[in-house]
């Protein structure tokens, strides 16, 4: 339920209605717009008669939210979000681009990837150091010594950094060395993990599960939000369908639903989504026309030796072609790129074709 107060209602009128909530045992979170406070109250809204609180001074209306997921929705934040990663927005007038190799695989690589990818406009570097991968035999990650190579090389190049915490033992960790803890699609639905990551307040990007629904998705947000942590970016990367040229089918159109539905910016990643190269350009693009706030991309200094998801990895020169392209088109719907960007030219083309993407063990 929310409660919309009337333009000017004083704090001592916000604080009364809060009171009242807290009274009947629900929990409240407090959104202060310019223009108008709104109260949402969460937990069992049934011990609550929308009609106790109409009659309070300051309030302008009572809403029942019907959506399963309430802090996600629209209706309690009605502008969209903005969450800041460092000092790189997302979700504002700019897009951002998150790019980086699969895995931190060792210092030189990571320190090439990144040199490239900032020099051609990435504002955010990712990497992984704690792999989910499908087989237990595969490269499972550097751990933490691969996390703390990724904060020195963002330090050192002034970048934000976003990683994967698989596991709630190493939030804190995670938490205290990275710009943005990513939560993976296999992990969407680990709620006790969605609940530590709530309570670090640090950014976060939920990636959607790969056979959930956008309705799963915006309620695995709302385990992050109602811990307290507004911090949440929605990452779109495919969802597992009968197709197999594909490693997922990227759900485009759950780009302009969810954004609809939910305040919290959305990012696309046409990496794992298409699990090929010579796809994620195309997909980049289509993404960002269809109003994604950014991208994250996987790019490796020399794919075909990726310790994960070289296939799907662009080549720091792909990137910085495709880069030029996105240029065009953040300019013409009039979000220009974050980052300092190059402009690149001809079309991109890895020269490479992937094969389907059911190999074992891709990440
Ligand atoms: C990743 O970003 O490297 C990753 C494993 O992504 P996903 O959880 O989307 O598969
Ligand atoms: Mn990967």
Known sequence: MIIVMLPGATHREVDGVVARIEAAGLRVHVSRGEERTIIGAVGDVRRL?????????????????????KLASREWHPEPSVVKVGDVEVGGDRLAVIA???????????????????????????????????????????????????????????????????????????????????????????????????????????????????DEWLQAAEYILSEGNHKVILCERGIRTFETYTRNTLDLSAVPLVKKLSHLPVIVDPSHATGRADLVGAMSKAAIAAGADGLLIEVHPDPPKALSDGQQSLRPDEFGRLMGELERIASAIGRPLTGVCHSGSGRQNSGRQAGSGRAAGMV
């Open 100 to 214: 980086g190799p699969c895995s931190v695989e060792g210092e030189e690589m990571l320190v090439e990837a990144a040199k490239a990818v900032k020099a051609h406009g990435a504002s955010i570097l990712r990497g992984g150091a704690f792999k989910p991968r499908t087989s237990p035999y595969s490269f499972q990650g550097l751990g933490v010594e691969g996390l703390r190579m990724l904060a020195k090389v963002g330090k050192s190049l002034n970048m934000p950094v976003a990683t994967e915490v698989l596991s709630e033992e190493h939030v804190g960790i995670v938490a205290e060395l990275a710009d943005c803890l990513q939560i993976g699609a296999r992990n969407m639905q680990n709620f006790a993990l969605l609940q530590e990551v709530g309570r670090t307040g640090k950014p976060v990007i939920l990636k959607r599960g790969l056979m959930s629904s956008v």
């Open 49 to 69: 008669e929308p009609e106790a609180l109409q009659v309070l001074p300051g309030v302008e209306r009572v809403v029942r939210i019907l959506h399963p997921f």
